[in-house]
């Protein structure tokens, strides 16, 4: 008994060993908050921790509170013993009428209506087997709100909502540094139906730039989807062979080639908490970024090369790093020299990587998830690669 006493408080004492060397709190935290609608669950965290991702540990649940991990405006936050917990000031748990939308999302969701509405990730076979518009009633070219399309592969019952969808662009998974560094950066077309620039809509989702697809001799280069945008509704009147739908509402013009999908009903979540990762999947990386041709900085968005099947999931926090460069010792090894002629392997050197920034995950797919930078002390490139917050490469 006196044993498991012992082992019992070693663990104890073990746990909180851990708690505290992870909890870094602010040095201007406030004992009480009142949250502000327009508030954050990433800028409440920080006003308590240095290190917001650690929300999840220092949150004191309400038992008595339908979702007591969700926060609202008007809600008293009290710091008390290490923990953050409601207040007596917090609307009670009968008299809250507040609907789960209400709460305060993990970060700016209105500045993302883009990503969380408007686009997928979809796989090979699902993309493969998608049906797709053939034509366009009386022969036309284009198509628009309240005319017909002919849709062929599709089994749905008239008056059936399908959702419109184009293929703007693949995502391929980056080669580790071992295998040689991805020479350029360029958007990789989908063949259908934007083989040429002049044929892409000029959309702000059309700024995707999508990473390297250097293919090695290994041929080890794995795709990991399709982002499709979502850009109207068709209405089913006729099933057959080749279907007939309406057009009840288009953003753009329908063009032969755009598929016809599920309509996603929730397409995300907005109800997690800023979190470290449970384990950082090898050679994650940033793979595209929106809204900019080069570089992105804090608050926008970008692609990661990871997803569900990975461990990632929304709320996931990560440090981004930028790749050390690999210089020449010039001094051991000087221009012309013998030493360096013979040895050319051991005059290059590899410096450190340097910290970028933080990126919250907010949507995720099966291999790819959406990331928005929370801050940045320098500029965001394709090929950037993601970290442990809590730890240093």
């Known amino acids: 008994m006196l044993k498991k006493l ?3 408080s070693a663990g104890l ?122 034509g366009i009633e009386e022969n036309q070219l284009r198509g628009a709100a309240g005319q017909l399309v002919y849709i062929r592969g599709l089994a749905a019952q008239p008056g059936q909502r399908l959702a419109l969808v184009r293929p703007i662009g693949r995502y391929y998974d980056m080669p580790p540094e071992d295998e040689g560094r991805p020479r350029e950066v360029y958007r990789q077309g989908t063949g259908r139906p934007f083989d040429k620039p002049d044929e892409r809509d000029g959309r702000p989702a059309m700024l995707w730039r999508h990473g390297p697809i250097e293919r090695t001799l290994a041929g080890n280069v794995r795709f990991l989807g399709y982002e499709m945008i979502d850009f109207g509704i068709v209405e089913v009147t006729r099933s057959a062979d080749v279907s007939s739908a309406l057009v009840t509402y288009s953003d753009f013009e329908v063009r032969p080639g755009d598929y016809v999908l599920p309509i996603d009903e929730k397409p995300y979540d907005d109800q997690y908490a800023p979190h470290a990762p449970a384990q950082v999947p090898e050679n994650m990386r940033v793979i595209a970024f929106s809204d900019a041709l080069n570089a992105v900085g804090p608050r926008q968005v970008v692609a990661l090369s990871r997803g569900s099947e990975d461990g990632i999931d929304n709320g996931t926090t990560l440090s981004i790093y930028h790749p050390g460069e690999q210089v020449v010792d010039r001094t051991d090894y000087p221009e012309a020299s013998f030493r360096k002629f013979f040895n050319p392997r051991d005059s290059k050197v590899t410096l450190p990587p340097e910290f970028i920034g933080h990126v919250m995950v907010f949507r995720t797919f099966q291999r790819v998830s959406y990331g928005l930078v929370m801050d940045a002390v320098k500029p965001i490139h394709v090929g950037d690669f993601l970290h442990d917050p809590d730890k240093t490469p």
Not at 46 to 60: C, D, G, S
Not at 87 to 101: K, M, T
Request: aromatic fraction near 8%.
């Open 13 to 134: 004492l073990l746990a909180l060993s851990v708690y505290a060397a992870t909890t870094e709190w602010t040095k201007d935290r406030p004992d009480r908050y009142v949250v502000k609608k327009g508030d954050t669950l990433w800028d409440i965290s920080a006003r308590f921790l240095r290190k917001p991702w650690h929300w999840p540990e220092i949150w004191q649940d309400n038992p008595q509170v339908r979702n007591p991990h969700l926060i609202y405006p008007g809600d008293e936050l009290v710091l008390n013993g290490g923990r953050v917990g409601h207040g007596s000031g917090s609307i009670g748990p009968h008299a809250r009428v507040s609907q789960d939308e209400d709460a305060i999302p993990a970060i700016p969701l209105s500045a993302l209506k883009q990503w969380l509405k408007h686009t997928r990730i979809v796989g090979e076979d699902d993309y493969a087997n998608a049906p797709h518009v053939v």
């Open 6 to 8: 012992l082992a019992v």
